[in-house]
């Protein structure tokens, strides 16, 4: 942080007279000059011998202008600094400080110049320091951890907002403010925009990310380093294009690995049963899904989506046509689509005429199964023989084969419609 008119008195051993010592110091400056105003920008330590620091309004002058102290020397003019300076520097609040005459003022300006220089070296330093960290981070924790690393970093709270101004990411999200009236004024700016202005006595800063507006970066600190939120959003820019390359590919090969699925071919990575859904967009959970001729179709247990029956690998291709056909016929599931199917006439009646109730029900729940046996021998709670030869026993009922896909599906729309 910048020296102060107090720290540097106590390094010099300058008497403080009078005022607010303080304020930092931005300069050093020595004058007699009756109004040197003029010449000033504010943020200096005035020094003088005091040849017209006694005019009237002198004092006032300088508050005027921005000066944080003045450091009046003594053992030239002025044996001691005049009692109606002190009492005018107390009243307009202008830190004063005497300067004795051992203590030259150059040697006031080198110390003031080797602390501004040290201060400046600290903010690089700490500037580098910081781009290393959210580099570390960008590797190896993505566009979170930027954002984390950069709330950690300056001490205060970081969030990134998407285009639609919601939350994706964010560090001390309880001390996030409402930011809407601030993001709607940045949006009509269009293009690359930033805003930063002080909200509650915290600094805070918005940047757009990227022209293609991925999103808007938002920061609020006490300390402010424009430097170090500059290189977090440039950091977040790189990201989030790698991400939407990356996440180009991993698109493309999951639609490779569906058309292979729908081929017969197997992939790792799926559980041994599952159904096919078909979902409204791209889903969060941690599921196979892939994009193949307009739909998002996802293969796993249970999800919220039109339902084909349970196939597993070597069948995707049925489950994938069943969901769209329960799709057509507007239904959740496609064993629902059995129950809205015409049937001929006693159709039902006739097939399912030579099976006794038991043998009707373990078709049931084989079929449900399609034809695996272990499952369906453990639903039934019987072994996975005595399944077989209840089957076997249908076929010579039926005086046909059920490795018949047709008899099959005949069989599941009868049983389907007579437990209606």
């Given at each position: 942080?910048?020296?102060?008119?107090?720290?540097?008195?106590?390094?010099?051993?300058?008497?403080?007279?009078a005022?607010?010592v303080?304020?930092?110091?931005?300069?050093v400056?020595?004058?007699?000059?009756?109004?040197?105003?003029?010449?000033?920008?504010?943020?200096?330590?005035?020094?003088?011998?005091?040849?017209?620091?006694?005019?009237?309004?002198?004092?006032?002058?300088?508050?005027?202008?921005?000066?944080v102290?003045?450091?009046?020397?003594?053992?030239?003019?002025?044996?001691?600094?005049?009692?109606a300076l002190?009492?005018?520097?107390?009243?307009?609040?202008?830190?004063?400080?005497?300067?004795p005459?051992?203590?030259?003022?150059?040697?006031?300006s080198?110390?003031?110049?080797?602390?501004l220089?040290?201060?400046?070296?600290?903010?690089?330093?700490?500037?580098?320091?910081?781009?290393r960290?959210?580099?570390r981070?960008?590797?190896?924790?993505?566009?979170?951890?930027?954002?984390?690393?950069?709330?950690?970093?300056?001490d205060?709270?970081?969030?990134?907002?998407?285009?639609?101004?919601?939350?994706v990411?964010?560090?001390?999200?309880?001390?996030?403010?409402?930011?809407?009236?601030?993001l709607?004024?940045?949006?009509?700016?269009?293009?690359?925009?930033?805003?930063?202005?002080?909200?509650?006595?915290v600094?805070?800063?918005?940047?757009?990310?990227?022209?293609r507006?991925?999103?808007?970066?938002?920061?609020?600190?006490?300390?402010?380093?424009?430097?170090?939120?500059?290189?977090?959003?440039?950091?977040?820019?790189?990201a989030?294009?790698?991400?939407d390359?990356?996440?180009?590919?991993?698109?493309?090969?999951?639609?490779?690995?569906?058309r292979?699925?729908?081929?017969?071919?197997?992939?790792?990575?799926?559980?041994?049963?599952f159904?096919?859904?078909?979902?409204?967009?791209?889903?969060?959970?941690?599921?196979?899904?892939?994009?193949?001729?307009?739909?998002?179709?996802?293969?796993?247990?249970?999800f919220?989506?039109v339902?084909?029956?349970?196939?597993?690998?070597?069948?995707?291709?049925?489950g994938?046509?069943?969901a769209?056909?329960?799709?057509?016929?507007?239904?959740?599931?496609?064993?629902e689509?059995?129950?809205?199917?015409?049937?001929?006439?006693?159709?039902?009646d006739?097939?399912?005429?030579?099976?006794?109730?038991?043998?009707?029900a373990?078709?049931?729940?084989?079929?449900?199964?399609?034809?695996?046996w272990?499952?369906?021998?453990?639903?039934?709670g019987?072994?996975r023989?005595?399944?077989?030869?209840?089957?076997?026993?249908?076929?010579q009922?039926?005086?046909?084969?059920?490795?018949?896909?047709?008899?099959?599906?005949?069989?599941?729309l009868a049983?389907?419609?007579?437990?209606?």
């Open positions: 942080m910048p020296i102060t008119v107090r720290e540097l008195a106590g390094r010099l051993a300058l008497p403080v007279l005022g607010d303080s304020k930092p110091v931005g300069w400056h020595g004058t007699e000059l009756a109004d040197p105003t003029p010449f000033l920008e504010g943020g200096e330590l005035l020094l003088t011998t005091g040849l017209n620091a006694l005019r009237d309004g002198y004092v006032e002058r300088l508050v005027r202008a921005g000066v102290g003045l450091g009046f020397g003594t053992g030239l003019g002025h044996d001691v600094v005049p009692p002190v009492e005018a520097a107390a009243e307009a609040g202008l830190g004063l400080v005497e300067v005459r051992d203590v030259p003022f150059i040697a006031i080198k110390a003031v110049s080797k602390a220089a040290a201060d400046e070296y600290a903010a690089l330093t700490r500037t580098s320091e910081a781009q960290a959210l580099t981070a960008a590797v190896r924790a993505g566009v979170g951890g930027v954002v984390r690393r950069l709330g950690q970093w300056i205060g709270w970081a969030v990134l907002l998407d285009a639609a101004g919601q939350p990411h964010a560090h001390n999200p309880r001390l996030v403010p409402d930011l809407t009236a601030e709607a004024r940045l949006k009509t700016a269009g293009g690359l925009a930033s805003a930063a202005f002080e909200l509650d006595g600094h805070v800063f918005l940047q757009v990310l990227g022209s507006a991925r999103g808007v970066l938002a920061v609020g600190t006490a300390r402010p380093d424009p430097g170090i939120v500059n290189t977090a959003a440039s950091l977040l820019v790189l989030l294009a790698q991400h390359s990356v996440d180009a590919a991993r698109r493309e090969l999951r639609a490779a690995q569906f292979m699925l729908l081929a017969g071919l197997a992939v790792d990575g799926l559980p041994a049963r159904r096919a859904f078909l979902a409204a967009g791209p889903p969060d959970d941690d599921v196979f899904w892939a994009e193949h001729d307009g739909d998002v179709v996802v293969l796993t247990d249970e919220d989506g339902a084909s029956s349970e196939v597993d690998q070597s069948d995707v291709a049925r994938y046509r069943e769209r056909q329960a799709r057509r016929a507007g239904l959740r599931t496609f064993e689509l059995a129950g809205h199917l015409p049937l001929p006439d006693g159709f039902a006739a097939l399912l005429k030579p099976l006794d109730a038991e043998t009707r373990t078709l049931r729940v084989w079929l449900a199964h399609h034809g695996a272990d499952p369906a021998a453990t639903e039934l019987v072994h023989h005595t399944l077989r030869n209840r089957v076997r026993k249908a076929e009922a039926l005086n046909r084969s059920l490795d018949s896909p047709g008899l099959r599906a005949e069989l599941w049983l389907h419609r007579e437990g209606q």
